[in-house]
């Protein structure tokens, strides 16, 4: 464990510990705020207040099994800043979406794609809560170089390839050190889930987009477009019970 992560656990339980951590890193908690809601945070604003209580849930949860304490409070302060993006947008008329991405045609009848059913579903009902899922989703497929209107053509149309692909991802669900290496490599390891799942590589290739977007779904904080994700858990359920 660093000094720092040492540090970290002792505030917990010493209240001038708590505010030296605070103190010091002041720029951290106004930067993880900032990059959290896509904005510029100042200490003047509400945005501050929220991300100081997450970094002092932070110190009081913290524990060495939790890895670094700074990345521990990165995901802290994250999550409740999109809680609090989420309950602002209860009383908002709208989110500000790329249109684009419901406007589209879908051929398949046989089985609608992911993007196909949350698109019906945004341009039926007014729902805030997807399109801000969406809006920050959409932020985290930049980084893998697509966006959520890809998905339309890398979605999987057939059961038997629907499958496939829920199995890739219970496969890599199930291993957390790979995840990891996908969040900070961007990239998939074909080698490696095609070796243990027994899937073709050119699927795995074909519908690679599909798979990255459905991993961070199920892994992430996106409760309304998980629940489109039922055959993954599914999936999950049915090795659980056959191993």
Not at 32 to 58: G, H, N, Q
Not at 106 to 134: C, Y
Not at 212 to 235: C, D, H, K, S, V
Request: hydrophobic share 40%; proline share 3%.
């Amino acid at each position: 464990m660093s000094e720092l992560d040492l540090l970290a656990m002792e505030a917990k339980n010493n209240p001038d510990s708590m505010n030296e951590l605070i103190s010091r890193y002041e720029n951290f908690i106004l930067k993880s705020a900032s990059s959290a809601v896509r904005a510029y945070v100042s200490k003047s604003d509400d945005e501050w207040s929220i991300a100081l209580a997450a970094f002092t849930e932070a110190i009081n949860n913290y524990s060495a099994d939790k890895g670094s304490f700074l990345s521990f409070a990165e995901l802290v302060i994250r999550r409740r800043m999109i809680d609090y993006i989420r309950s602002k947008s209860r009383y908002a008329p709208e989110i500000s979406v790329n249109p684009s991405l419901f406007n589209m045609d879908f051929k398949d009848e046989e089985e609608n794609s992911m993007q196909s059913e949350i698109a019906k579903k945004v341009s039926l009902v007014e729902d805030n809560g997807i399109k801000l899922e969406i809006t920050l989703i959409n932020e985290v497929f930049s980084d893998y170089g697509f966006s959520f209107m890809d998905l339309a053509e890398c979605s999987p149309k057939s059961r038997k390839t629907k499958k496939a692909c829920a199995k890739a991802v219970a496969y890599l669900i199930k291993t957390p050190i790979l995840i990891s290496e996908i969040k900070i490599k961007k990239l998939l390891p074909l080698n490696i889930i095609e070796k243990n799942t027994k899937i073709p590589r050119k699927l795995l290739e074909r519908h690679r987009k599909y798979i990255i977007a459905a991993l961070e779904i199920m892994t992430g904080e996106y409760p309304n477009l998980a629940g489109y994700m039922e055959y993954i858990r599914q999936e999950l359920k049915d090795e659980s019970s056959n191993s």
